[in-house]
Structure formats: structure tokens, C-alpha cells
């Protein structure tokens, strides 16, 4: 299996980013690498480790559905806060592998370099989602094929597409499931519900379920002033599609932020579910759409804790976080931050 855009890691590669120091084991000394690049297939096969994470650090789909680029920055700033966490009893590290990261730049700098109007270079975004998403497919297939459970680091939210789409397939070629389709809960500011005008990182969803992968969908802490009303009236009449609002939440407390999450929960445990988690759902964190009123960060950590405790998860997708954005702003905390919320998960998930 080629995939074109994938680079893969070595133990040194591991290693470079990792700050060795004496008496102290970081997780960067036990995390796996792929044995055979060339052989993804194979490799995945004979991975002892039960968690494969990588990252699709891209901001094609951002721009597509015109926002700020900048979410290609996550990635690296993850990688070494990650990398540099303590490997100890309550996270060892052995039972996870590093495999490696995509890279786009080619696709970015041949729209930047041609496109000759801002519509030219959306319809041009859109049409490369088209190659991120096969890609990313053909990965997350191979992945959950091979019995492991996928934690991505993105990117724009456009990548819940393939994510879905390639554990479905993958779950279906283990015979886990009669047809290749799943369940997935979102936290997010927004539904990523919008119609399918073309690929882009606000309407994955919606792509995956018209094309018959994504069965139930439940989307918590989305914002009621970027609610479309369109949007809205499809989810309220789609018995299998729901949502609660962050105003429902915290504003009208009509119910907890752990009840919530617990609905979401039982709303989707009849099959193998996604878990997503879109960073612009946090108060004050870096992402392409920042909000000034979210989810604190303990929210955050006790939603992908829960999730693992609970739902059925076949892939963890943490997206739309940067370090950096178009517009100049920059802060070196959200990779910590989402290598907080992968390692409660990984834990969570162990221990249960």
C-alpha cells in the first residue's frame, strides 16, 4: 500500500525530538515505529502496540471553507510536548507507535502559486480535500484493519470524513461490523453539519453520512449564533443525528456538562463510535475559529475521558488547534494541551 503524502518516522526521528535525561524515562524512549515503511500493510500487522497516532497537519481544508489557515502548525508542537511526557505506571508507553505525519505542502504551494483569484483558490482547496481524503482513508483502514485504534492529530475538521469513512471500512474488512458504517460524537462549537458544496472542513459530517458511513451523529457544546437555521431543521428531523447546545448547557443549565457527554454517550453505544473533539470548542485556545466563551480545558479532559471509559471508540480526532495562525497570532500551549487530552485518553482507555 503506497500513500503518497505519508511521511513515516524512524526511532531516530523519535529520539531527535525527544529530551533525554538521566534517571527519567519520556514516553519518546517507548513509543513503536513502523518496522517496514515500505510495507504499511505488514508493519501495522506486526505493531505490538494497540494505539497508532499520526498527524494530518493541513490547513487545505480550513481555507476551503474560508477560515484562517494555521492548523498545519499543531502537529510539530504536539509531537514534542507528547514525546516528552514521563513514561511511568500511569502511562508506560510501550502500547503506543508514532508512525508518522502527511504533508501537503506540495498541494498548498501549487494553489498558492497559480490561483489567480480567493474564489479560484477555494474551488482549488476543495478539489485537493478530494486527495487529503483518500489518503487518509487508505491509512485509517490499514489501521483499524490491523485491530489498532487510530489517534489523529490534525488539521481541519474536514478530516472526520475519511477518519470515518476508513474505520468503517476497516471495522467491516475485520468482520466487526455487516456494513461499513459507524456512530460518532462531537465536541465542537459547530455542527461541521453545512451541505455538500464541496469539501471543506465545515461539512464532513454531512459527507459522510450521505455517502452511508456515519450512522448516528451527536455533536455537544455547539454554539447557537453559528447554528444555521437550515442546519438546525435537518438535525431536529434526522432521528438519527442530535445535538446540545453550549447555551443549554451552561447558560440555561438545563442539564450537566457530565450528563451531556453521557447522553451523547448512550445516544451512540449500538455501534463502534468515533470520537472527535474540535479544539475552537475551548475558551481562549488557538484554533482557526477562536471563541472568547467555550469549554474550559477541564471539559475537555473529562469528555475524552469519559469516551474512553464508556463509547465504543474505534478513532480519537483532535483537530482545528494551531500554533500559529495566518494572521500572526501564535501561542506554544496548544500542543501541550492536546497531548494532555491524548494521554487521559490513552489512560481511560487502558484502564477500563
Same mark, same amino acid.
Given at each position: 500500500m503506497q500513500i503518497p503524502h505519508f511521511k513515516s518516522y524512524s526511532k531516530q526521528d523519535i529520539l531527535s525530538l525527544t529530551g533525554l535525561?538521566?534517571?527519567? #524515562?519520556? &514516553?519518546?524512549?517507548?513509543?513503536?515505529?513502523?518496522? +517496514?515503511?515500505?510495507?504499511?500493510?505488514? +508493519?501495522?500487522?506486526? @505493531? %505490538? $502496540?494497540?494505539?497508532?497516532?499520526?498527524? =494530518?497537519?493541513?490547513? =487545505?481544508? !480550513?481555507? $476551503?471553507?474560508?477560515? %484562517?489557515?494555521? #492548523?498545519? #502548525? $499543531?502537529? @510539530?508542537?504536539? &509531537?514534542?510536548? /507528547? &514525546?516528552? !511526557?514521563? +513514561?511511568?505506571? /500511569?502511562?508506560?508507553?510501550?502500547?503506543? $507507535? !508514532?508512525?508518522?505525519? /502527511?504533508?501537503f505542502g506540495d498541494i498548498q504551494y501549487l494553489i498558492d502559486h497559480n490561483a489567480h483569484s480567493s474564489e479560484e483558490k477555494v474551488e482549488a482547496y476543495r478539489h485537493a480535500v478530494h486527495t487529503i481524503d483518500d489518503e487518509v482513508e487508505s491509512l485509517v483502514k490499514a489501521i483499524v484493519a490491523a485491530g489498532k485504534l487510530p489517534i489523529v492529530i490534525g488539521g481541519g475538521h474536514n478530516n472526520a470524513y475519511p477518519l470515518i469513512k476508513g474505520a468503517s471500512k476497516g471495522l467491516h474488512h475485520r468482520q466487526m461490523l455487516p456494513l461499513p458504517q459507524i456512530n460518532c460524537i462531537n465536541l465542537d462549537a459547530h455542527t461541521d453539519y453545512r451541505p455538500t458544496e464541496g469539501r471543506h472542513s465545515g461539512n464532513g459530517f454531512r459527507y459522510a453520512e450521505e455517502d452511508g458511513y456515519l450512522q448516528k451523529y451527536c455533536v455537544i457544546g455547539v454554539h447557537e449564533n453559528y447554528l444555521p437555521q437550515n442546519v438546525w431543521l435537518d438535525i431536529v428531523n434526522n432521528p438519527f443525528l442530535d445535538m446540545i447546545t453550549f447555551e443549554d448547557i451552561f447558560i440555561h443549565e438545563k442539564r450537566s456538562f457530565r450528563q451531556a457527554v453521557s447522553h451523547a454517550i448512550s445516544f451512540t453505544d449500538d455501534n463502534f463510535c468515533g470520537i472527535e473533539l474540535d479544539l475552537d470548542a475551548i475558551e481562549n485556545v488557538l484554533t482557526s475559529a477562536c471563541t472568547p466563551s467555550g469549554l474550559d480545558t477541564i471539559n475537555a479532559r473529562q469528555y475524552v475521558n469519559l469516551c474512553a471509559a464508556h463509547a465504543k471508540a474505534c478513532y480519537l480526532h483532535i483537530c482545528e488547534g494551531a500554533t500559529r495562525l495566518a494572521s500572526g497570532r501564535h501561542s506554544e500551549l496548544t500542543g501541550k494541551l492536546i497531548s494532555y487530552l491524548v494521554t487521559d485518553f490513552v489512560k481511560m482507555y487502558l484502564s477500563v
Open positions: 535525561r538521566r534517571f527519567e #524515562t519520556k &514516553l519518546g524512549e517507548r513509543v513503536q515505529v513502523l518496522f +517496514s515503511p515500505n510495507d504499511m500493510t505488514a +508493519s501495522l500487522q506486526q @505493531l %505490538n $502496540a494497540g494505539f497508532v497516532v499520526f498527524g =494530518i497537519p493541513e490547513d =487545505i481544508g !480550513v481555507q $476551503a471553507n474560508y477560515g %484562517n489557515g494555521g #492548523t498545519s #502548525t $499543531a502537529w @510539530l508542537s504536539f &509531537l514534542q510536548s /507528547f &514525546l516528552n !511526557v514521563q +513514561s511511568n505506571d /500511569f502511562l508506560p508507553g510501550e502500547n503506543i $507507535a !508514532v508512525i508518522g505525519h /502527511f504533508d
